[in-house]
């Protein structure tokens, strides 16, 4: 006969098991002692079939061994759950019942679990937040500034507990950092030579505002990436730019230029100081010597008017000729002269040489020299040079 058929007998028996179908829902209790019966055959060992009256209380003989080897197990996975190994770059901040207990750094350590939670934290990873955003500047300008903010965490505590979100409260800052310092800048500086300046100052103001508000981070570098203009005004703000870096190039190309030209005036000048310094050492050293010379010459003019005047006449005109590269000879003389060619020319080139030199230190004003006058000139190349009165010197 099929299961469940209209007057079948087996309408209240389960087609499965063939135990009776459960009309009514289990009974809590008598589930429990059926797991406290389980439980106890586990530990005393004993496996004597009980019987299954709800109303009998249970024969519980426990085996002290057996509970104290569970009890012995079970402490010793606590306490081995409580054994923690923190990294060497991180943190580890202990909390016993809610309450900060303290923060333990690299190495093994033992918390007792279910009392005390630990959080770890990486205090040696830097971190990058880039914030861009168009901002006035000072001169009521509108610019387009980009900053890349590196950071990391230096309390674990303040960055756990004393602020609910760190890095929102870093953005944050870095915003009202960056906005405070471009609107304290004019454009110009933004755009070109104060960056390096905007960058110290936004990274100085953002560490005082994390450290007021203690958020447990620390900012470890900020650069500040190429403030752009708008779109609208970008054309324009391209060639003031441009005209700024020519003008820069050209100021640096002008310094150069000074700085190659400056030392070679200031060593010429040096030099034609020198020289004339040594000209005017010697000019007056040489007025010295003429003046002692004349000096000395006095007392015989004095004494011989007439004979100091020709020999003074005689050397002047022996100096003369001396430097000069031409040959004076007597007219009424028949006789043969070697003249020495290549000395007179060797002897001319030195006189030219020294001539040249001399123009060239200092331009020497000579006064014009009147000698006593001859009998005749020769304009070719002879010279008769008028005799002395016959008798020769008187003395």
Avoid: C
Avoid at 131 to 144: H, I, K, P, R, S
Avoid at 201 to 214: C, D, W
Avoid at 268 to 286: C, F, G
Avoid at 344 to 359: F, R
């Amino acid at each position: 006969m099929a299961w469940n058929e209209p007057g079948g007998s087996n309408n209240d028996k389960d087609p499965w098991t063939g135990k009776p179908k459960r009309t009514s829902p289990p009974d809590l209790e008598q589930t429990i002692r059926d797991t406290l019966k389980k439980l106890s055959q586990m530990l005393t060992g004993n496996k004597s079939s009980q019987s299954s009256n709800s109303n009998t209380p249970l024969p519980f003989k426990i085996n002290k061994m057996g509970v104290g080897l569970v009890v012995g197990t079970l402490i010793g996975l606590w306490f081995l759950w409580g054994i923690f190994i923190v990294d060497p770059a991180e943190q580890a901040v202990i909390v016993r019942l809610g309450k900060y207990a303290g923060t333990v750094g690299p190495g093994p350590h033992w918390a007792p679990r279910l009392i005390d939670d630990v959080y770890t934290v990486n205090e040696q990873k830097i971190d990058t937040y880039t914030y861009a955003a168009e901002m006035l500047t000072q001169d009521q300008n509108l610019v387009a500034v980009s900053m890349a903010v590196q950071y990391r965490i230096n309390d674990a505590q303040n960055y756990l507990f004393n602020v609910v979100n760190p890095t929102e409260s870093l953005k944050q800052a870095t915003a009202s950092a960056l906005r405070q310092v471009i609107g304290h800048t004019n454009l110009d500086l933004v755009l070109t030579s104060g960056r390096e300046q905007i960058r110290q100052q936004v990274q100085e103001l953002l560490t005082k505002i994390l450290a007021r508000y203690n958020t447990g981070l620390l900012i470890t570098d900020v650069a500040l990436l190429p403030a752009k203009a708008p779109e609208e005004v970008k054309d324009a703000f391209d060639d003031a730019i441009r005209a700024q870096e020519d003008e820069q190039r050209f100021v640096n190309q002008a310094q150069s230029y000074g700085m190659q030209v400056e030392p070679n005036a200031k060593g010429q000048a040096q030099r034609l100081l020198a020289d004339s310094k040594a000209y005017q050492q010697q000019i007056i050293l040489k007025a010295k010597a003429d003046t002692a010379q004349f000096l000395a010459l006095l007392p015989k003019y004095q004494s011989a008017p007439a004979v100091t005047r020709d020999r003074m006449y005689l050397d002047t005109i022996e100096t003369v000729l001396t430097n000069s590269n031409k040959i004076f000879i007597d007219s009424n003389s028949n006789n043969m002269i070697y003249l020495p060619l290549d000395k007179l020319l060797a002897n001319s080139a030195k006189i030219t040489s020294a001539t040249a030199s001399a123009a060239a230190v200092a331009p020497v004003v000579t006064a014009p020299f009147n000698p006593a006058p001859v009998n005749s000139v020769n304009t070719n190349t002879d010279i008769n040079i008028g005799r002395l009165p016959e008798g020769g010197y008187s003395q």
